[in-house]
């Protein structure tokens, strides 16, 4: 109705009356879009390479409108300056470069009708203290309030178009600043760059999840909207591509845009480091082996992709003996076959294996022994032709598989009275189209080869690397809740691997189990709500006290987060102990060995 009555009033006194905040609305699109509007004044705030920002002279005092609009033309842009006022007009039009992306609305075509005057001062808005504080929770009232929702996708920003509520929600806050000339004050860096030197923020607003490095960490239906993406700098240069987590940065001044999925400020020029995250390296493990059952080192390592030949081989050993010292049981993620990424039929990891277990002896550490199952070929994901299994180094002086058994590739692993495995070690329901393209948990029973007397010296093992998030839309996209890719197979993933440790635990309610890999998913999110619901085993990070700020394990966008976890059953829960490590997410780009940082577990497997 309101709609029609605005038609009616005519197009050329409409047109006059519109101020940018008009154009702009108190939602995501325009109400405007599509049409061509003209009288509209500005004061040019910056210029980009393929077009202008101009502020509007007539300011509303509407938190949720925009007084700033991206000019689009880069024609229209050469002869005009910053500090220009100006009117012209030209086409409104919501811009988006991918579906899956939020819409930007500009101005297209545009036509300088008027310079009014020039060097007018252009002022910057200061965020948190000339705009509303970034919302530090919830991105859209669209997520139902949790971002992590399963089933997600169930509606998306373009259609539900909902009025602005910047004080709640963060993709609402920065959409109602879209256009504007920002200053983000004393910056850290939560982030590492990616390859164009794209980098995250917080500024010196609130924020929640802040861990000690200076990062922040994701935590249940929390995954911090308060942050800020900085893109390409307007003036050509380069922002640093070596940039650290919880680097300080020089105050950034830039416009507010969206692209490429995310809300972002591009900055006036590049980025400025100006203190450096120390220390440079994190501490190694205080976690030391006391050589008996009571006292079992475990460690965790996805050590992305690993050949024979890798480059990062070396640094991988180091980092086992140096920095894990050397744990007990190590549980393995990304174990290529012995010719890496060439796509063959070869599908042994033995050289793989050996030639890990070299280097860590090189390096001062235990020569472990290993177990694996071979993958069929090309049918668990991953790097085409890698053939990537999970697999175990153990320290043969103090462990052994008990009663060993090895399953084939295809072979089922079941529970048997006892509790003891018809295979050890064998692979979860192999064939189960859960984990079609994807790796298959091993299970093993071990022994401590000079249990105390009377004492049970064996205990059970999971070591698993569920699905890849790929396929995940972004935390700023169009689709709400975000896709969470791959949710459905973690999901029946989850369920057969817990299933399968409680038919452990059903034969033996005291029977010792750690369950630990790279799980791909958050522990507050469904998959491993049920993990640990059907399995009964607890979270490790919980058990042992770990703050919930200081639980990852891995950097992604603006958060730091945590994909590998240990779950262990309750017997183990008593004296056990976890650090994670931070030697990847701490480093810069270059200098990260994994994709994942390790972790260290220090358990009585004999209580
Ligand atoms: C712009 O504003 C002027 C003065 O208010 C008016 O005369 C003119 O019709 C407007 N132009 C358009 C295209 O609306
Ligand atoms: C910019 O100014 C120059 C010199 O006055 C003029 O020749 C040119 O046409 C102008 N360009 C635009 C896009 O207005
Ligand atoms: C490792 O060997 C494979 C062939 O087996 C080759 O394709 C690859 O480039 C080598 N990688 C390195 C890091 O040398
Ligand atoms: C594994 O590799 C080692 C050293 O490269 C070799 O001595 C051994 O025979 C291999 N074992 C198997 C089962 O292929
Ligand atoms: C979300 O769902 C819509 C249909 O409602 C679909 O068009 C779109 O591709 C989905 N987005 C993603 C990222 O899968």
């Known amino acids: 109705m309101k709609k029609a009555l605005c038609l009616a009033a005519g197009f050329a006194s409409l047109a006059s009356a519109l101020t940018i905040s008009e154009i702009n609305g108190n939602k995501f699109l325009s109400p405007y879009n599509g049409q061509t509007v003209a009288n509209v004044s500005g004061i040019v705030t910056a210029k980009g390479p393929d077009g202008l920002w101009i502020r509007s002279t007539k300011p509303d005092k509407d938190d949720k409108t925009s007084e700033s609009i991206y000019v689009f033309g880069r024609a229209f842009a050469t002869n005009l300056t910053v500090g220009d006022s100006i009117v012209i007009g030209g086409k409104v039009q919501e811009y988006r470069s991918n579906k899956d992306y939020i819409y930007l609305t500009e101005l297209s075509s545009p036509t300088l009708q008027e310079k009014v005057s020039t060097g007018n001062v252009v002022k910057t808005l200061v965020i948190g203290k000339d705009t509303l504080d970034p919302p530090t929770e919830q991105f859209s009232s669209l997520d139902g309030g949790d971002i992590f929702a399963v089933p997600n996708n169930v509606s998306l920003v373009s259609v539900a178009n909902p009025v602005l509520n910047p004080k709640k929600y963060g993709l609402d806050f920065w959409e109602s600043l879209t256009g504007e000339l920002v200053t983000v004050r004393k910056p850290k860096a939560i982030a590492k760059p990616n390859s164009f030197g794209d980098t995250w923020v917080a500024g010196d607003w609130k924020v929640t999840g802040r861990n000690g490095r200076g990062g922040l960490t994701m935590t249940d239906k929390d995954a911090n909207p308060e942050t800020m993406l900085i893109g390409s700098p307007l003036d050509g240069s380069s922002n640093p591509t070596s940039t650290k987590l919880g680097d300080s940065l020089e105050d950034i001044t830039g416009v507010v845009t969206y692209a490429f999925g995310f809300y972002r400020i591009l900055p006036t020029t590049n980025l400025k480091v100006t203190k450096s995250a120390q220390p440079a390296l994190p501490a190694s493990t205080k976690l030391l082996s006391s050589g008996k059952c009571d006292g079992l080192t475990f460690g965790a390592y996805n050590i992305e992709n690993l050949a024979p030949n890798s480059s990062h081989l070396p640094t991988i050993a180091t980092h086992i003996v140096e920095y894990l010292k050397s744990p007990d049981l190590v549980f393995l993620q990304e174990v290529q076959d012995d010719n890496g990424p060439t796509n063959d039929a070869v599908v042994s990891a033995n050289l793989t294996l050996t030639t890990l277990i070299q280097a860590i002896a090189s390096a001062g550490g235990p020569t472990y022994a290993y177990a694996d199952i071979d993958p069929v070929d090309d049918q668990d994901g991953g790097q085409p032709g890698g053939n990537i299994r999970v697999a175990y180094l153990y320290n043969p002086t103090l462990l052994r598989l008990y009663k060993p058994n090895p399953g084939s590739s295809t072979d089922a692993n079941e529970v048997l009275p006892g509790p003891t495995l018809k295979y050890n070690p064998g692979r979860i329901d192999p064939s189960n189209p859960a984990w079609t393209a994807s790796r298959k948990p091993l299970v ?164």
């Open 444 to 607: 093993a029973q071990w022994e401590v080869l000079t249990p105390p007397k009377k004492k049970t010296s064996t205990f059970f093992t999971v070591n698993v690397h569920f699905g890849s998030k790929g396929g995940s839309s972004s935390l700023h996209g169009d689709a709400r809740p975000p896709v969470n890719g791959g949710v459905e197979d973690r999901i029946a993933q989850a369920q057969l691997t817990a299933s399968f440790i409680k038919d452990i635990l059903n034969q033996d309610k005291d029977a010792r189990i750690v369950a630990a890999g790279d799980f791909n998913e958050f522990v507050f999110v469904e998959p491993l709500q049920q993990f640990t619901s059907i399995s009964g085993l607890k979270d490790l990070d919980a058990v042992a006290g770990i703050r919930e700020t200081e639980r990852y394990t891995y950097l992604f966008d603006m958060n730091t987060q945590q994909l590998d976890h240990m779950f262990v059953s309750k017997k183990l829960q008593s004296k056990a102990k976890y650090e994670h490590v931070h030697i990847n997410t701490w480093v810069d780009f270059g200098a990260q060995v994994s994709d994942h940082d390790p972790s260290v577990a220090k358990c009585d497997v004999c209580a």
